[in-house]
């Protein structure tokens, strides 16, 4: 009630101040300033409260909320919502809140791919203790905008128990020293890495800055860990042996690395089992990349000479902008990079031609998203930068990107419920002559979207949990699935080779459904233990789909990826490993690995060892 009649107060002084100055009544207008001025800092300074005790009784509880924005309310309610339970300040362990005027819309809590309105906006900010986790909450003076902008775990909560009988690999520095002020190690004893800086690396006789140097490891050189971690004035220090010769040397400093981990497979190409319903359940983590990597990845293509079946392009985050390419039947090779002056949100190969990769940008930071779609040429990229088509596609990085089966489409979807003007579009070009085939608008954002093998259907998804189901030829109308109760995140279809041809859909409502295309039913529903599944892919002979998801707000969540089997609906396999949520998942073209990837920043090679070759 008191900001409402401050901001009363405020329109009313405005328009005398207006009026007086149009009379030229310079006195008083001066008068009027001065009380602007006043006014101002009366709304617009930051008070802190803070509740720093344990929440007193009830009658005491039900003083303190008296004395505390209405607001709280709200954003408590919220907080019940994620967690799955009413959650009442009773409940909390602490909480403090900051009456604050934001600088825009976005309350101080930009996220990259949205755009905020460049207003002063008046709101809360709270930080709320529940079972010690930090949940930092912002909300606008009205109550219409709640925004969760993270999360702080205050203890160090137990690692996921591996799933029993699935032999286990080792994490990244698992057996490592803290040492202070350092990087978190990345590097394995016994496992390959390399030099990853723009200079060669110096091998010391001691794990000391000032030791004596014995040698030195050139960009790109791979060495094997011997020995380590150790701690050295804030430095993580491993014993490597290269060309014979070992030494020690450091991992980072600051937030460089200095070294990275090579990628190595427990099996040779040759030697690795395509997954299927009768050995998934002995399916296990045989490799992983880290890295600067986005929340999205594609395999290349198998159909022209230069992709193969171990190819992979991931999004890159960090200093580096643009598409990182692994060929990982080169695994002492370093990376390539196709170069972006922004981030790259999400990306598509052109199924029939390897060599054209389209992905889409956002600058990350400031509140301008790019709103392109780049087309590159990734063979002519290694001498030429490649890219070689732009195309326009509004204001907002896209949700998603896919070619049509033949290649001769490309289409993006864009949307955001943040956004000061709608943007719902979805826009399909000729990938020939990149004409625009279409532009249709949407009521709500759509989020993902498919073609199906034969090119014949087209399928896409919203934020409101709907998904339409279109003939691209000869007309016939739209089908609408129905069934989900939450935002559809993800869309696949089956493979040309599958028995029966499906539609799976991915929602925020822990379902993964399958729909018969030839007649729109829904056939399954799959139920994730996961809060949210983001993440689905098929396997290339469609008798299995792999899901993934997960959602930091909720403690308990496990981040796995689980394989199912089509046919029966049963869950064959559990993969435990991702640390945060798994926002893309895909098969290998041969079908001998699954990837992953979440916002660990990590991607991970789930296949079958030898031992489980013959598992039934």
Request: charged share 15%; with cysteine; proline share 7%.
């Given at each position: 009630m008191?900001f409402?009649l401050m901001?009363l107060l405020?329109r009313?002084?405005?328009?005398?101040l207006?009026?007086?100055?149009?009379?030229?009544?310079?006195?008083?207008?001066f008068?009027?300033?001065?009380?602007?001025f006043?006014?101002?800092?009366?709304?617009?300074?930051?008070t802190?409260y803070a509740?720093?005790e344990a929440?007193?009784?009830?009658?005491?509880?039900q003083?303190?909320?008296?004395?505390?924005?209405?607001?709280?309310n709200?954003v408590l309610?919220?907080?019940?919502?994620?967690?799955g339970?009413?959650?009442?300040l009773?409940?909390v362990?602490?909480?403090?809140?900051?009456?604050v005027?934001?600088?825009?819309?976005?309350l101080d809590?930009?996220l990259p791919?949205?755009?905020y309105l460049?207003?002063?906006?008046?709101?809360?900010h709270y930080?709320?203790?529940y079972?010690?986790?930090n949940?930092?909450?912002?909300?606008?003076?009205?109550?219409?905008?709640v925004?969760?902008c993270?999360t702080?775990v205050?203890?160090?909560p137990?690692?996921p128990?591996?799933q029993?009988g699935l032999?286990?690999l080792a994490?990244?520095g698992?057996?490592a020293e803290?040492c202070?002020?350092?990087?978190?190690?990345?590097?394995v004893?016994?496992?390959?890495?390399?030099?990853?800086i723009?200079?060669?690396?110096?091998?010391?006789?001691?794990p000391?800055?000032?030791?004596?140097a014995?040698?030195?490891i050139e960009l790109?050189?791979?060495?094997t860990?011997?020995?380590g971690?150790?701690?050295?004035a804030?430095?993580?220090?491993w014993r490597?042996n290269?060309?014979?010769?070992?030494?020690?040397i450091?991992?980072?400093?600051?937030?460089?690395?200095?070294?990275e981990?090579?990628?190595?497979?427990?099996?040779?190409?040759?030697?690795?089992?395509p997954?299927?319903?009768?050995?998934?359940?002995?399916?296990?983590?045989?490799s992983?990349?880290n890295?600067?990597?986005?929340?999205?990845?594609?395999?290349?293509?198998?159909?022209?000479?230069?992709a193969s079946?171990?190819?992979?392009?991931v999004?890159?985050?960090?200093d580096?902008?643009?598409?990182w390419v692994y060929?990982l039947?080169?695994?002492?090779?370093?990376?390539r990079?196709l170069?972006?002056?922004?981030?790259v949100?999400?990306?598509?190969?052109?199924?029939?031609?390897?060599?054209?990769?389209a992905?889409?940008r956002?600058q990350v930071g400031?509140?301008?998203?790019?709103?392109?779609?780049?087309v590159?040429d990734?063979?002519?990229?290694?001498?030429q930068?490649?890219?070689?088509v732009?195309?326009?596609n509004g204001?907002?990085?896209?949700?998603?990107?896919?070619?049509?089966?033949?290649g001769s489409?490309?289409a993006?979807?864009?949307?955001s419920?943040?956004?000061?003007?709608?943007?719902?579009?979805i826009?399909?070009?000729?990938t020939?002559?990149?004409e625009q085939l279409s532009?249709?608008?949407?009521t709500y954002?759509?989020?993902d979207l498919?073609?199906?093998?034969d090119?014949?259907?087209f399928?896409?998804?919203d934020l409101?949990?709907?998904i339409?189901?279109?003939q691209?030829?000869?007309g016939?109308?739209?089908v609408e699935?129905?069934?989900h109760?939450?935002?559809?995140r993800?869309?696949a279809?089956t493979?040309?080779?599958a028995?029966i041809?499906?539609l799976?859909?991915?929602?925020?409502?822990a379902?993964v459904?399958?729909?018969n295309?030839?007649n729109g039913?829904?056939?399954?529903?799959l139920?994730?233990?996961?809060s949210?599944v983001?993440?689905?892919a098929?396997?290339?002979?469609?008798t299995?789909i792999?899901t993934?998801g997960?959602n930091?707000?909720?403690p308990n969540?496990?981040?796995a990826?689980?394989?199912?089997?089509?046919?029966?609906g049963a869950?064959?396999?559990t993969?435990?490993?991702?640390p945060?949520?798994?926002t893309?998942?895909?098969?290998?073209?041969?079908?001998?690995?699954?990837?992953?990837i979440g916002?660990d920043?990590?991607?991970?090679?789930?296949?079958i060892?030898?031992?489980?070759?013959?598992?039934?």
């Amino acid at each position: 009630m008191f900001f409402w009649l401050m901001r009363l107060l405020l329109r009313f002084l405005l328009n005398w101040l207006f009026l007086l100055l149009q009379k030229r009544f310079l006195p008083l207008a001066f008068v009027g300033i001065v009380c602007l001025f006043a006014l101002n800092a009366l709304l617009f300074q930051p008070t802190i409260y803070a509740q720093d005790e344990a929440p007193p009784p009830a009658p005491e509880i039900q003083q303190a909320q008296a004395q505390t924005p209405p607001s709280l309310n709200i954003v408590l309610e919220d907080l019940g919502t994620r967690i799955g339970q009413p959650i009442t300040l009773r409940d909390v362990e602490n909480w403090t809140w900051e009456q604050v005027a934001f600088a825009d819309t976005s309350l101080d809590c930009p996220l990259p791919d949205r755009v905020y309105l460049q207003v002063t906006t008046i709101g809360v900010h709270y930080t709320i203790t529940y079972r010690d986790i930090n949940y930092d909450y912002r909300i606008s003076q009205d109550g219409r905008t709640v925004l969760l902008c993270g999360t702080v775990v205050i203890r160090t909560p137990q690692a996921p128990t591996p799933q029993p009988g699935l032999p286990a690999l080792a994490e990244p520095g698992s057996d490592a020293e803290t040492c202070a002020a350092a990087l978190e190690p990345r590097l394995v004893v016994g496992s390959p890495g390399r030099v990853a800086i723009a200079q060669p690396g110096n091998l010391l006789e001691l794990p000391d800055q000032s030791a004596s140097a014995i040698g030195e490891i050139e960009l790109g050189g791979v060495f094997t860990v011997m020995n380590g971690p150790e701690c050295g004035a804030g430095l993580v220090w491993w014993r490597v042996n290269y060309n014979a010769r070992e030494g020690w040397i450091a991992e980072g400093r600051n937030n460089d690395y200095f070294l990275e981990p090579v990628l190595t497979l427990m099996a040779p190409i040759a030697d690795r089992a395509p997954i299927s319903p009768e050995n998934a359940r002995a399916l296990s983590e045989m490799s992983r990349i880290n890295g600067a990597f986005g929340t999205d990845f594609a395999w290349m293509p198998l159909e022209t000479g230069f992709a193969s079946p171990l190819r992979l392009a991931v999004t890159a985050s960090g200093d580096q902008q643009g598409v990182w390419v692994y060929d990982l039947t080169e695994i002492a090779a370093p990376p390539r990079l196709l170069e972006s002056q922004e981030a790259v949100t999400t990306l598509s190969f052109n199924p029939l031609d390897s060599n054209m990769i389209a992905f889409g940008r956002t600058q990350v930071g400031i509140v301008r998203t790019d709103g392109t779609v780049r087309v590159w040429d990734v063979d002519r990229s290694r001498e030429q930068g490649g890219e070689n088509v732009v195309l326009q596609n509004g204001t907002l990085a896209p949700n998603a990107l896919v070619f049509n089966a033949n290649g001769s489409w490309l289409a993006a979807a864009n949307g955001s419920s943040f956004a000061p003007v709608p943007e719902n579009v979805i826009r399909i070009w000729r990938t020939d002559t990149w004409e625009q085939l279409s532009e249709s608008r949407y009521t709500y954002p759509v989020l993902d979207l498919a073609f199906s093998a034969d090119g014949r259907l087209f399928a896409y998804g919203d934020l409101s949990g709907s998904i339409s189901l279109l003939q691209t030829r000869g007309g016939g109308g739209i089908v609408e699935l129905e069934g989900h109760e939450a935002a559809i995140r993800a869309l696949a279809f089956t493979p040309s080779d599958a028995p029966i041809p499906l539609l799976a859909s991915a929602s925020e409502d822990a379902t993964v459904r399958l729909w018969n295309t030839n007649n729109g039913r829904q056939t399954q529903v799959l139920e994730s233990s996961t809060s949210v599944v983001l993440a689905i892919a098929f396997s290339p002979d469609g008798t299995l789909i792999a899901t993934g998801g997960g959602n930091q707000i909720n403690p308990n969540e496990d981040y796995a990826v689980r394989v199912w089997d089509i046919t029966s609906g049963a869950l064959l396999a559990t993969l435990v490993g991702h640390p945060a949520p798994v926002t893309d998942l895909e098969f290998s073209p041969d079908g001998t690995l699954l990837a992953s990837i979440g916002d660990d920043h990590v991607v991970r090679f789930w296949g079958i060892p030898a031992s489980g070759l013959d598992a039934n």
